[in-house]
């Protein structure tokens, strides 16, 4: 036969292994996030990537823009040319013609030059989002074995208050209930050891009369400062 000290220690012990057991359940979404978080970054870059090529194709159509209004007014000026009367006006007409032509080329400079680095851009994007891709299926195999964790958790959680429910039909109700106020209270221990003369919830030296109580398991023995219930175990 136990006594209600050494019940309730196995029932303590079952409430801090659930109490372990919920509070990993609880941590898992920030350790979720945590992973997911890794592929922000290359989200990010990849963002960058393409705005900086969205912006560079852009420039391109406005440089196409400004080529074909380029070309539209040598048109016009050759149009012109044959309607000029003196070789003069015909000859700074073809000079306008030359310089509206040199800048056409200078155009269609900057456009290939342009279009080069959209396509080196575009490389590195794929090269990013294949990064991406291969990040994407570690963090979702992780997060998928969180998943299977937390199943795990709950099921062992499940058995652990089944075996609780057991155990404390076999526990004095007095006991019990003090046992339960004094956890709900401390959040941690509701039965710890005296050792050395301390308390070992609150770190308190205890009167040598409740030490020695403490060694009656069979009595109810609480510490002066905290509340909670003592034993002594040499
Ligand atoms: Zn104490």
């Known amino acids: 036969m136990s006594t209600h000290l050494e019940k309730l220690l196995t029932v303590q012990d079952r409430d801090r292994k659930i109490r372990r057991l919920s509070k990993e359940i609880v941590d898992i979404p920030a ?3 945590m992973i997911e978080s890794r592929l922000e970054e290359h989200r990010h870059v990849l963002k960058q990537i393409n705005e900086e ?12 823009a400004e080529v074909v209004s380029a070309q539209e007014k040598t048109g016009k000026l050759r149009q012109q040319q044959f309607e000029v009367k003196s070789n003069d006006d015909y000859r700074a007409m073809e000079k306008q013609i030359g310089i509206i032509k040199r800048e056409i080329a200078g155009f269609e400079e900057q456009e290939l030059a342009i279009m080069e680095e959209i396509e080196d851009l575009k490389k590195t994007s794929s090269d990013h989002e294949q990064e991406l891709a291969k990040e994407q299926t ?3 195999e992780e997060l998928e074995a969180l998943n299977h964790r937390i199943s795990s958790l709950e099921s062992q959680i499940e058995d652990l208050k089944k075996e609780r429910a057991e155990l404390v039909k076999d526990v004095d109700e ?10 709900n209270h401390t959040g941690d221990y509701a039965i710890v050891r005296v050792d050395k003369g301390v308390c070992g919830g609150c770190h ?8 020695h109580d403490a060694r009656k398991f069979d009595t109810m023995t609480l510490c002066n400062y905290c509340g909670r219930l003592l034993y002594f175990k040499p």
């Open 31 to 33: 350790r979720k996030q």
């Open 53 to 64: 090529i969205k912006k560079k194709n852009l420039r391109v159509k406005e440089i196409e």
């Open 138 to 140: 570690i963090v979702d």
């Open 174 to 183: 007095e006991w019990l209930s003090r046992y339960e106020r004094t956890l």
């Open 204 to 211: 308190m030296k205890l009167p040598p009369q409740v030490v």
